[in-house]
């Protein structure tokens, strides 16, 4: 009996140094993958010529465990992450072996955050994103209690991400469907955490969630928002590990 590697997919507008303050308590146990999404950190945006679309994010995703030589794993997302994660299962359900979707939900855009998303991806092209993404982005993101020293860096984060990746990514969210009736169908263990102060997607897209997943674990993350692995990094590695599952 083994357990099987964890690969974490970012939220957006951020990189893989999100994963930072859980990466190493998790991988006192765990093989733990963390890479940056396509267009953001030090993955590029390739040129496809295609509408954006999740599926081409999610089939980096399966090519990197190819490249690593794993035929499965349990997968984890925080928001965007968790929207890629379901991709991914939508794809390949077969190299998962386990969920864990953190601050995110199952249901699609509604018609007024699809047009947010295009007109966040069409700034963003035109000026740029340093500074106004980040102020746009943080309030809504971090929990009122989050310190002035967190938000800064979840600034910088913002800040570092190229626009191109940023536009592409908004897109490609907008057009992802409803998950609802793949999660059903997902006959794996799940992980469902919420911060309990997310405003983004609070308990009750998680709710949905669990009330779709076969075999669900909630756990509500306190004195949290929409980003608990910068938040509550503590909280996140113990539901991590206390749920994980042997394959």
């Known amino acids: 009996m083994t357990e099987l590697p964890l690969l974490l997919l970012h939220a957006f507008p951020l990189d893989a140094r999100m994963w930072d303050p ?29 509408e954006p679309g999740l599926a081409d994010a999610a089939r980096d ?4 465990l190819d490249k690593l030589g794993l035929d499965r794993v349990v997968l984890g997302g ?12 939508r794809l ?3 190299r998962i072996g386990g969920l864990v979707l953190i601050d995110t939900k199952a249901t699609p855009d509604t018609p007024e955050a699809a047009q947010n998303r295009l007109d966040l991806a069409d700034r ?7 500074g106004w993404l980040a102020g746009q982005s943080v309030p809504g993101l971090l929990a009122d209690t989050a310190s002035a020293e967190l938000a ?11 626009p191109s990746g940023v536009a592409w990514a908004a897109r490609a969210m907008r057009n992802r469907p409803d998950s609802r009736e793949l999660l059903r169908q997902a006959d794996i263990p799940a ?48 539901a991590i590990l206390g749920w994980y599952p042997i394959s």
């Open 22 to 50: 859980v990466r190493a308590p998790l991988a006192e146990r765990l093989r733990v993958i963390t890479p940056d999404q396509r267009g953001f950190g030090r993955s590029p945006l390739p040129e496809t010529g295609r």
């Open 61 to 64: 995703v399966l090519a990197l």
């Open 78 to 89: 925080c928001s965007m992450g968790g929207y890629l994660a379901m991709a991914v299962l």
């Open 92 to 94: 390949a359900p077969e």
């Open 124 to 130: 963003a092209e035109a000026e740029g994103v340093t």
């Open 152 to 162: 800064g860096h979840v600034r910088d984060l913002i800040d570092a991400q190229p």
């Open 191 to 238: 992980l469902v955490l919420v911060g309990e102060h997310d405003g983004i997607t609070p308990l009750d897209a998680a709710n949905t969630m669990v009330e779709a997943l076969p075999d669900p674990t909630l756990t509500v993350i306190p004195d949290a928002g929409h980003l608990t692995p910068l938040e509550a990094p503590a909280s996140v590695t113990e």
